[in-house]
């Protein structure tokens, strides 16, 4: 099955409202990253955070281990935040390979 | 600046030709990747390289070849290529090889009839 699953795959926000974005995975990790694709394809990296709680702006990222999940989350949404989020982690393991989920799609309307 | 620079943007082959891909980081990194990403799948792991040395191969087909001429350069040949290779192929890139962030290049959109 799938090692990584995010939620919801797409969401539909009032610009000012927050999001939670989910990323589950089964299997260890050593790290996960969370990364933004713009509608023309390329990735941003927002987050490297293999646990704990880390701040950017108005995204805030949260690894929790045991629970095998981390979120971001968005505040105070803005119409330039819409586009794809996607949770990628490295497996425990010795590879550097990144497993990627398949995306949430946020769009955030004026 | 760019600091990961992708050749060409776009490109369309015909079924069965050869294609080099090219992949530069001016990030000073000591470790490159290549991902896949065809239409409504997850990106795809292909290769890692850490030190112009291969460590990982996750691609089943040999007619996918990654070349190191140097540290900061690692480029995909792909040949006798076919309509299943259309992809958005991105080329990544670490300071180190395992526990760090990945930076992505722009992609190059391949398009095979």
């Known amino acids: 099955g799938q090692q990584v699953q995010q939620s919801p795959a797409s969401l539909v926000l009032q610009e000012g409202e927050n999001a939670e974005l989910q990323c589950n995975f089964s299997t260890s990790l050593n790290s996960m990253q969370w990364f933004y694709q713009r509608p023309g394809g390329s990735l941003v990296s927002l987050f490297y955070n293999p646990s704990g709680t880390k701040h950017s702006g108005r995204l805030t990222s949260t690894t929790v281990i045991k629970e095998r999940r981390s979120s971001l989350h968005i505040s105070s949404s803005q119409t330039t935040d819409s586009g794809t989020y996607l949770c990628?982690?490295?497996?425990?393991?010795?590879?550097?390979?990144?497993?990627f989920g398949e995306g949430t799609k946020l769009t955030v309307s004026s | 600046d760019p600091k990961i620079i992708q050749k060409p943007k776009y490109l369309v082959a015909v079924t069965g030709s050869e294609k080099i891909l090219i992949c530069e980081q001016y990030?000073?990194?000591?470790?490159m990747y290549w991902y896949r990403q065809s239409a409504k799948k997850p990106l795809e792991f292909m290769f890692s390289?850490?030190?112009?040395?291969?460590?990982d191969n996750q691609t089943a087909s040999s007619r996918f070849q990654p070349q190191s001429s140097k540290k900061n350069h690692l480029d995909l040949q792909i040949t006798a290529l076919k309509p299943d290779d259309s992809a958005t192929y991105f080329c990544?890139?670490?300071?180190?090889?395992?526990?760090?962030?990945?930076?992505f290049g722009p992609g190059t959109r391949l398009l095979v009839l």
């Open positions: 390289y850490s030190y112009q040395k291969l460590m």
């Open positions: 990544a890139s670490s300071q180190d090889w395992v526990q760090d962030t990945q930076y």
């Open positions: 990628a982690l490295e497996q425990q393991g010795g590879s550097a390979k990144l497993i």
């Open positions: 990030l000073g990194h000591n470790a």
